[in-house]
Nanobody
Framework: QVQLVESGGGLVQAGGSLRLSCAAS????????MGWYRQAPGKQREQVAT???????TYTDSVKGRFTISRDSAKNTVYLQMNSLKPEDTAVYFC??????????????????WGQGTQVTVSS
């Protein structure tokens, strides 16, 4: 069974920084994309950043120049470095991994695995 374990959320003042981590279980296979999403109270979940296996990255406009997504393929881990945080960045952050499955089950089409979410709160 694939599990994603997130860490690094917390409370920070505006202008501060946080680094989120998301580690996928060792059994996961065929990762083709890893990313971060966030959901603020009363709002829809939005895509924040994505990194493909070829290293290509994409960001939502509101975080460009402030957030950086990276990954450690050997550890099946994706990171989100968040700098110059703003109160509007406050949300629950979720990691998502697209993969072909695990060592026990393989899918023809990549499936989505989600983390449990970590709270990021930015005070003004």
């Amino acid at each position: 069974q694939v599990q994603l374990v997130e860490s690094g959320g917390g409370l920070v003042q505006a202008g501060g920084s946080l680094r989120l981590s998301c580690a996928a279980s060792e059994s996961i296979v065929g990762i083709n994309a890893m990313g971060w999403y966030r959901q603020a109270p009363g709002k829809q979940r939005e895509q924040v950043a994505t990194i493909l296996t070829n290293g290509r990255t994409t960001y939502t406009d509101s975080v460009k120049g402030r957030f950086t997504i990276s990954r450690d393929s050997a550890k099946n881990t994706v990171y989100l470095q968040m700098n110059s945080l703003k109160p509007e960045d406050t949300a629950v952050y979720f990691c998502k991994v697209n993969a072909r499955g695990s060592s026990s089950i393989s899918y023809i089409v990549p499936v989505e695995y989600w983390g449990q979410g970590t709270q990021v709160t930015v005070s003004s």
